[in-house]
């Protein structure tokens, strides 16, 4: 490693040397200055502090990790996900801004159910079922995954935001309660041998890739949710970006109404659902 650069703003020219993009090596550097990840202004004003080597040496190791494909979030150790900050490492997927689109559209389905019962499938860091506890503190979350890692992930983000989310390890809908207002659901998506799996190669595997088309979790949640849905529960699916109609059609087949799919910011369908209404 080469000795200190004078300054800040050197030691961000060092990290763009590597391949960073300026953001990441702003926020690389707050991180090992222990300040805010956030704090890009005081960065900009302190340009021409004086770097001291220790905080060279942090953060020279953390931008080579960057430039070798390890995502930001696992280097800070946090990832803001619907204004809640969640603790993330290699035992989680790192909550992306599309999946907002879920956790709004759910808000959505159970507006002006009183304290509604709702499901996560696959939780993750949690970052689905602790953003509807937080929207709805009434709501009786409940969130489950197959991976003991990404519970304990969980489990402490609730902790640490003070919200009451009941987790549990399951294959899914096996030993699921019934009577749901709401099941939602960030399954893996991603068919075996995706061309983008490489890119992904720092995140579990296991919360990325289904089947030869990506589809066999869904197919497994759209066949098992009816049993654990009350009349009127919806259920709600992040997918891929050319994966709607399939989805839809999953779910109008199993007998979903008012099947429909919900676009990002980017006008993406990025979501789809339905309704179940059982027949009398």
């Not at 956030?38 to 021409?48: N, T």
């Not at 009786?140 to 935001?161: F, K, P, Q, W």
Request: charged fraction near 20%; hydrophobic fraction near 50%; glycine fraction near 8%.
């Amino acid at each position: 490693m080469s000795a200190a650069p004078a300054d800040l703003e050197q030691a961000l020219h060092a990290a763009r040397a590597l391949g960073l993009d300026r953001l990441d090596a702003q926020m690389l550097l707050l991180h090992a200055l222990a300040r805010p990840a956030d704090d890009r202004a005081w960065l900009l004003a302190h340009d021409r502090d004086p770097l001291p080597a220790p905080a060279w040496a942090a953060f020279h190791a953390l931008a080579v990790r960057r430039a070798a494909g390890e995502p930001t979030a696992y280097l800070l150790g946090e990832k803001e996900f619907h204004g809640l900050p969640l603790a993330v490492d290699p035992r989680v997927l790192v909550p992306r801004p599309d999946t907002e689109t879920l956790v709004e559209w759910a808000l959505d389905r159970i507006a002006g159910r009183a304290a509604p019962r709702v499901l996560d499938l696959g939780t993750g860091s949690g970052a689905i079922a602790l953003a509807l506890q937080q929207a709805r503190p009434d709501a009786r979350v409940h969130a489950v995954d197959t991976s003991e890692g990404a519970l304990e992930v969980a489990r402490a983000n609730a902790a640490r935001l003070g919200l009451p989310v009941r987790f549990a390890r399951a294959d899914w809908l096996a030993g699921a309660d019934d009577g749901y207002d709401l099941i939602a659901s960030n399954p893996p998506y991603i068919a075996d041998g995706d061309p983008h799996l490489p890119a992904l190669r720092h995140e579990p595997a296991s919360a990325l890739v289904s089947g030869p088309d990506g589809l066999a979790d869904i197919r497994r949640i759209v066949a098992d949710a009816p049993a654990h849905l009350a009349g009127g529960g919806w259920l709600l699916l992040e997918h891929g970006h050319d994966q709607a109609p399939a989805v839809r059609a999953l779910l109008a087949a199993r007998g979903f109404a008012e099947v429909q799919s919900r676009a990002d910011l980017a006008g993406i369908a990025r979501c789809s659902g339905g309704v179940w209404r059982p027949v009398k």
